[in-house]
């Protein structure tokens, strides 16, 4: 069964620096695709990136970066030039099979973003 | 155009009674899904049907019924609510195409309380 750890479940980061929030996953399927997305106070939840297991590149997005450590079966989120708007709660998740059937998330990460 | 849309928004109800969450979809996804996000926020997988075919059905008490009348449409009843229930529960939906990434397109979520 795959299985998401997102060991921070709180962080802070001064406004206009960069922050890095970890996720590490757990799957033997060889396919499987990774995502991060966001849920402000008000509670929608917003895709950020994605990133495939055969993606020899990592993803961008904007002031998104996916750090995609394939051996280390880490997938950390960065986001550069962080904004007080970037305060919310992060997910990363995880789709396997060929259908992206079977989609686990993560505990969550609460980023507060201080002025 | 809302692509994801359920209602109704917020919900009150006392224990014992059924209520119904409907869930509409206008992107042409093959694939939806239920999830519960409880008080901390975690995120757990109930139900998901593709093109009407119900493929996930996670340990969930059997009170809880999908039903999908279409691949556009997935409702959830609750027969005999009870004061666990009471938690933010999300309809979902996803293409999975050979070239889609099967990224999760959520509603805004429905926030169900049981008194």
């Known amino acids: 069964a795959q299985k998401i750890t997102q060991t921070q479940p709180g962080m802070f980061v001064q406004e206009k620096e960069a922050v890095t929030l970890d996720c590490t996953y757990d799957?033997?399927?060889?396919?499987?695709?990774l995502f991060w997305y966001k849920q402000p106070s008000s509670g929608e939840m917003i895709f950020l990136i994605y990133?495939?297991?055969?993606?020899?590149q990592n993803a961008t997005e904007g002031r998104y970066s996916l750090n995609f450590q394939k051996a280390r079966k880490s997938a950390n989120l960065v986001i550069s030039a962080s904004q007080l708007g970037d305060s919310a709660m992060y997910f990363c998740?995880?789709?396997?099979?060929?259908?992206?059937?079977?989609?686990?998330f993560g505990p969550g990460t609460r980023l507060s973003v201080l002025p | 155009d809302t692509a994801v849309s359920q209602t109704p928004k917020y919900l009150v109800t006392q224990m014992g009674n059924d209520k119904s969450i409907k869930c509409e979809q206008n992107?042409?996804?093959?694939?939806m899904y239920w999830y519960k996000q409880d008080s901390k926020k975690f995120l757990k997988i109930m139900f998901s049907?593709?093109?009407?075919?119900?493929?996930i059905n996670e340990t969930v008490p059997n009170r809880f019924s999908p039903k999908s009348p279409d691949k556009a449409h997935l409702n959830l009843h609750i027969n005999s609510l009870e004061l666990g229930d009471s938690a933010v529960y999300f309809c979902?939906?996803?293409?999975?195409?050979?070239?889609?990434?099967?990224?999760?397109?959520f509603g805004e979520g429905s926030r169900l309380t049981v008194l």
């Open positions: 979902a939906s996803s293409r999975q195409g050979a070239q889609d990434t099967g990224e999760l397109f």
């Open positions: 799957t033997s399927d060889p396919s499987y695709g």
């Open positions: 990133q495939g297991s055969y993606d020899q």
């Open positions: 998740a995880m789709s396997v099979d060929n259908y992206g059937q079977n989609f686990v």
């Open positions: 992107l042409g996804h093959d694939t």
């Open positions: 049907y593709n093109n009407k075919e119900l493929i």
